[in-house]
C-alpha cells in the first residue's frame, strides 16, 4: 500500500487525550479545563451580583448582623433616584468622566501623532511621557497635593508668575470652583498617555503604501490626516475612550487624596459617596441599590458604545 | 479568677492589639513591655493610621476576623460594638477583680465605657483620656513689641484667650503678620472632610454657643436644640474663623496638617486633641517653654465646653485568648502601670493618678488636661454614629469650607439627616 501524504499525517496526528485516559471523552476533558474558570466567574463574578440585588430589596446593614432583616421593596432605588444629593453626584463624575475623556483624547492623540512622526530621540521621548501612568494613585494624589498647596506649590507659584495673581490668595483644591479641575488636570496629567500609546499603535497600523498612493495622487498632508490617518486610527481612539470612561466612572483613589470629596461636595463622586454608603454608613441594602444603578449606567452606555464602535469598524 | 490562674491559662500564648498609628501607641508599645515581662505572653500590635482607623478596624470587628485581641477603639463606637456583640462586656471581671469605674475620671468613664450612657455597663476600661484643647505660641505672644501692637489695635492685653471672642481677634492678630522674616497665619483649625475632621473642630464650637444633640427630656428631638439660635451663630462663628484666619490652602486639614502648622510655625494657635501636646514639648521648635496650653474657650454666654477624644481599652469578644485579654486589662489597671503610661506620653484616666497632688506640675500642660477633661461633651456614641458623622462631615463641609447655604440652612439639613438615620434605625 502507498504511503500518502495524509497517512504520514495521520500517523504524525496524536491520538485524541481521551483515548489515553479511560472513560473520558474529549468534551469531558474540556470540561475539566473549563470548569473551574466557570466556577471561579460564576462564585466571584455572577453570584455577588445577584447576592447585591437581592440586598438592594432590604433594610440590611452589615455591621448588624443579628438585626431582623427586613424586605422594603424598592424604597431604596426610590430614595436613591429622588435624592438631589445622588443626581448631584452623577453630575461631578459625568463632569469629571466628560472632561478627562476630551483632554485625554485632544492630548494624547496629538502625542501619538507627533511621536508617530519619527526622529531622534523618539523612544527617549515615548519613555519618559509614559511615566505618569507607571506611578501609583497615592504617589501621584500626594504628589500633586503638593503642587497645589497654595503657599510652596509650583501650581499657583507659576499662576502668580504668569498673571500676578498672588500664589496665597487662591486654592486649587480649597473653594472657589477650581477643585473640579484640579482632578480633572492631575487625571489627565496621569492617564493621557496611556491613550497616546492606544493611538500610537492605531497609527503604526496604518500601511506605509495607503500614504504612498494618497502622495502619487497628490493629496495634501490635511487631506491625508482627516481621509487616512483620523478614520483608520478612530477604532483606537474609541477603544482607548471606552477604557478610560469605564475607568474613570469609578474613579476613587486620586480624589479621595486630593480633596477627599470636596470642598463640601464639589468633588464627591458617585463611587466615593457609595464606599461611604456602603463602609462608613454601613447602609448595605442601600448602597447595593446604588451600586445597582451605577452598575445598569454604566453597562448601558459601554453597550451603546461598543454597538457605535463595532459599527465604525466595520466601515 | 484570679490573675495567676489567667496567666497559667495564657502561657504560650500572644496577644494582639490594635489601635491607631500614633504616639500614644509607641508609648504604649514600651509600657507593654513590663506586661511581657511579668506575664509571658508576647504583646503584637496592629496600628492603623487615623484617617484609616475606623475603616479597617470596624470591618475587622464587623467580620468576625481574629487579628485583635484587645481593641483600644474610638468612644463612638462604644454604641455598636454593644449591640452588635464585638466587645465583651467587663462588668462581672471588673466585680472580680475589684476593679471600679469610679477609680476613673467620670467623664472617661461615660465616654468610652459606657453603652446605654449612664448605665452601669461597661464595656472597656478607659485607657486613653483625650480632649480638644488649644496651643499657642506663648514665645511670641511675650515679645513687647508684639504686645504693644495688639494693644495699640484691640485695647487691651495680648493674653492667651480665654473666649472665643478673644481667640478670633488674636487669630485675626496674627494673621498674615510677618515674624522672624516668615509670614505667619492665625489659626490651624478642623477642616478635613474625609472622616471625622471638620466635625470634631466645629463641635468643639458649638458646645460652648449652647448646641445640644437632643431634647434632654425627650431623646431624638432635635428641633430647637440641634438648631437652636446659639448652635446658629456657632456655626457662623467657625465659619468666620475659618475665613479670616487659617493659612492658605487649609480646607482639608486635620490632626497631622494641624501639628505640621503648629510646628513649623505657621500659625500662632492651633486646635488639636491633647493627645498631640507631649509632641510639642520635645518638639525643638516649639518645644522647651514656647508653648503655652488653652482649655477650649468660653462662648459668649460664658459656657464652656471641649469635644472628647481619647479610647478605652476593649476585650474583643471573638478571640481565641480571652484570659490572656483579660490579664493585660487587670495589669493596665493598676496604678504603678497608669502612672508610668502617664511619664511615657499616655494620658491616664485613672483619677489616683490625674489627681496626684503633684499631677498639674509634672507636665507644662498636665492641668490644660485636667481643666479640659471636666468639661468634655461627646459626639453621638449611637449604633448608628458613622452614618450621623458622615451628614455633619458633609452639612459642615458644605457650610464652613465650600461657602454654600447658611448656617442654619446647614444645622436644619443635619436634623434632616440625622432624623432620617433614627427613623430607619426604629428609634423615631
Known amino acids: 500500500m502507498t504511503d500518502t501524504p495524509a497517512d504520514r499525517l495521520a500517523r504524525a496526528t496524536p491520538q485524541p487525550v481521551a483515548k489515553r485516559i479511560r472513560g473520558l471523552s474529549d468534551r469531558a476533558i ?39 432583616v427586613k424586605w422594603v421593596g424598592l424604597r431604596n432605588y426610590e430614595r436613591i433616584l429622588t435624592d438631589a444629593d445622588t443626581w448631584a453626584n452623577m453630575q461631578t463624575t459625568a463632569h469629571f468622566l466628560i472632561w478627562t475623556i476630551i483632554f485625554q483624547v485632544l492630548i494624547g492623540f496629538t502625542l501619538a501623532w507627533l511621536i508617530n512622526r519619527k526622529f531622534k530621540g523618539n523612544d527617549l521621548v515615548t519613555t519618559l511621557i509614559v511615566i505618569p501612568m507607571m ?50 488636570i492631575v487625571d489627565t496629567w496621569m ?30 498632508k490635511w487631506r491625508q490626516f482627516w481621509t487616512i490617518t483620523l478614520p483608520m486610527a478612530l477604532p483606537f481612539l474609541m477603544l482607548a475612550v471606552l477604557f478610560r470612561g469605564i475607568e474613570n466612572f469609578r474613579m476613587f483613589d486620586l480624589v479621595v487624596l486630593l480633596t477627599g470629596g470636596g470642598p463640601g461636595d464639589e468633588t464627591l463622586l458617585a463611587s466615593i459617596d457609595l464606599k461611604r454608603e456602603a463602609f462608613e454608613k454601613w447602609r448595605t441594602g442601600y448602597s447595593s441599590a446604588y451600586a445597582i444603578v451605577l452598575f445598569v449606567t454604566v453597562f448601558g452606555l459601554a453597550s451603546i458604545y461598543v454597538k457605535a464602535l463595532n459599527k465604525v469598524k466595520e466601515r | 479568677m484570679g490573675l495567676g490562674t489567667m496567666m497559667a491559662h495564657a502561657d504560650d500564648k500572644e496577644l494582639t492589639l490594635c489601635w491607631a498609628a500614633w504616639d500614644p501607641a509607641n508609648a504604649l508599645v514600651e509600657l507593654s513591655k513590663d506586661f511581657e515581662a511579668s506575664s509571658g505572653i508576647k504583646m503584637k500590635f496592629e496600628f492603623v493610621p487615623w484617617p484609616n482607623f475606623a475603616d479597617r478596624m470596624l470591618n475587622e470587628l464587623n467580620s468576625g476576623g481574629k487579628l485583635c485581641d484587645l481593641m483600644i477603639g474610638d468612644s463612638q463606637w462604644i454604641g455598636g460594638a454593644a449591640e452588635n456583640g464585638w466587645y465583651v462586656k467587663l462588668n462581672d471581671f471588673f466585680d472580680k477583680e475589684g476593679i471600679t469605674m469610679d477609680a476613673f475620671v467620670p467623664a472617661t468613664v461615660t465616654g468610652y465605657s459606657e453603652w446605654p450612657k449612664n448605665t452601669p455597663n461597661y464595656w472597656s476600661l478607659p485607657a ?14 511675650e515679645r513687647p513689641e508684639i504686645q504693644t501692637a495688639f494693644k495699640e489695635k484691640y485695647g487691651r492685653d495680648l493674653t492667651p484667650p480665654a473666649t472665643f471672642d478673644e481667640l478670633k481677634q488674636v487669630a485675626e492678630f496674627f494673621q498674615g503678620r510677618e515674624i522672624d522674616g516668615k509670614t505667619v497665619y492665625g489659626a490651624s483649625i478642623y477642616t478635613e472632610r474625609g472622616s471625622e475632621g471638620i466635625t470634631m473642630g466645629v463641635m468643639d464650637v458649638l458646645y460652648s454657643y449652647g448646641f445640644k444633640y437632643d431634647n434632654p427630656d425627650k431623646p431624638y428631638e432635635m428641633e430647637g436644640f ?11 462663628f467657625y465659619k468666620a474663623l475659618y475665613d479670616c484666619c487659617v493659612a492658605p490652602g487649609t480646607s482639608n486639614t486635620y490632626m497631622g496638617e494641624g501639628i505640621d502648622a503648629y510646628k513649623s510655625g505657621q500659625v500662632a494657635l492651633q486646635m488639636n486633641f ?42 474583643v469578644a471573638n478571640t481565641d485568648n480571652m484570659d490572656g485579654a483579660l490579664a493585660y486589662i487587670k495589669w493596665f489597671a493598676q496604678k504603678d502601670v497608669q502612672d508610668k503610661w502617664w511619664s511615657k506620653g499616655g494620658f491616664s484616666c485613672l483619677r489616683a493618678v490625674v489627681e496626684d497632688p503633684n499631677f498639674a506640675k509634672s507636665q507644662p500642660y498636665a492641668q490644660t488636661f485636667l481643666d479640659s477633661m471636666a468639661i468634655v461633651k461627646d459626639f453621638w456614641a449611637e449604633p448608628s454614629y458613622a452614618t450621623l458623622l458622615q451628614a455633619s462631615q458633609k452639612r459642615f463641609h458644605d457650610y464652613v469650607v465650600a461657602g454654600n447655604g447658611t448656617a442654619k440652612e446647614a444645622l436644619d439639613g443635619l436634623i434632616s439627616d440625622w432624623t432620617e438615620t433614627f427613623e430607619d434605625e426604629g428609634k423615631l
Open chain 2, 128 to 141: 486613653f483620656g483625650d480632649v480638644v484643647g488649644w496651643t499657642y505660641r506663648k514665645d511670641w505672644f
Open chain 2, 226 to 236: 440641634v438648631n437652636s439660635e446659639g448652635a446658629v451663630k456657632g456655626l457662623e
Open chain 1, 191 to 220: 492617564w493621557t498617555p496611556f491613550v497616546m500609546l492606544i493611538c500610537l499603535a492605531g497609527l503604526r497600523s496604518i500601511p506605509d503604501y495607503i500614504y504612498e498612493a494618497a502622495e502619487v495622487d497628490r493629496a495634501s
Open chain 2, 274 to 315: 491633647a493627645f498631640t501636646w507631649p509632641g510639642f514639648e520635645a518638639d525643638p521648635n516649639v518645644g522647651g517653654g514656647k508653648t503655652g496650653y488653652l482649655v477650649n474657650p468660653a462662648g459668649p454666654g460664658g459656657e464652656k465646653f471641649a469635644q472628647l477624644g481619647g479610647q478605652g481599652i476593649s476585650v
Open chain 1, 135 to 184: 506611578l501609583s494613585p497615592a504617589v501621584v494624589g500626594n504628589f500633586w497635593t503638593f503642587l497645589y498647596q497654595p503657599q510652596i506649590g509650583l501650581v499657583n507659584y507659576a499662576v502668580e508668575f504668569l498673571t500676578g495673581i498672588p500664589a496665597d490668595s487662591f486654592s486649587m483644591l480649597g473653594p472657589g470652583g477650581w477643585a473640579r479641575w484640579a482632578i480633572v
Open chain 1, 30 to 68: 474540556a470540561w475539566i479545563f473549563v470548569a473551574p474558570t466557570i466556577f471561579l466567574l460564576l462564585s466571584v463574578n455572577i453570584f455577588p451580583l445577584i447576592w447585591t440585588i437581592r440586598l438592594s430589596f432590604t433594610n440590611f446593614a452589615a455591621n448588624k448582623p443579628n438585626a431582623e
